[in-house]
């Protein structure tokens, strides 16, 4: 009968731990560089934006960020403007006193992102390819 062959794998555990810090410097690159996007998007959409006042335009911000379970988000356009939801989509109807509007509408945050989608990529995928760069 043959002798059995042995195999003596080292350094399993310094691995997943490299694999770990891969994973979690991904995980950032992604966030900053969504965070870049919606700077973006938000400088866009303040100067696209139709005004009177400034109020809008103003207020337009780049608010949460977060990462979970492999998520990232980050929420852009934020404001506490109660009728900018009017201004991006238009609005049809009565207000609260009773008058009627028929308002166009006149996108500001749609068309700021649909502009800068390719730019949004391009970061993104330049941050996660500087985290890979530096694994090689």
Do not use: C, W
């Not at 770990?20 to 965070?35: F, H, P, R, S, T």
């Amino acid at each position: 009968m043959a002798d059995a062959i042995r195999f003596e794998i080292k350094g399993i555990p310094q691995l997943q731990a490299k694999f770990k810090q891969i994973d979690n410097d991904m995980q950032k690159a992604l966030l900053e560089g969504l965070v870049e996007g919606g700077a973006l998007v938000v400088n866009t959409a303040k100067g696209r934006v139709a005004y009177k006042t400034g109020n809008l335009k103003n207020n337009i911000k780049e608010q949460k960020q977060s990462m979970s379970g492999g998520k990232a988000q980050v929420d852009v356009g934020v404001t506490t403007v109660p009728y900018a939801a009017r201004i991006e989509f238009g609005y049809t109807g009565p207000d609260k006193l009773g008058r009627r509007f028929h308002q166009a509408a006149q996108p500001y945050m749609r068309n700021s992102l649909d502009e800068n989608g390719k730019k949004i990529d391009n970061i993104i995928e330049s941050k996660l390819k500087a985290v890979i760069a530096r694994y090689r």
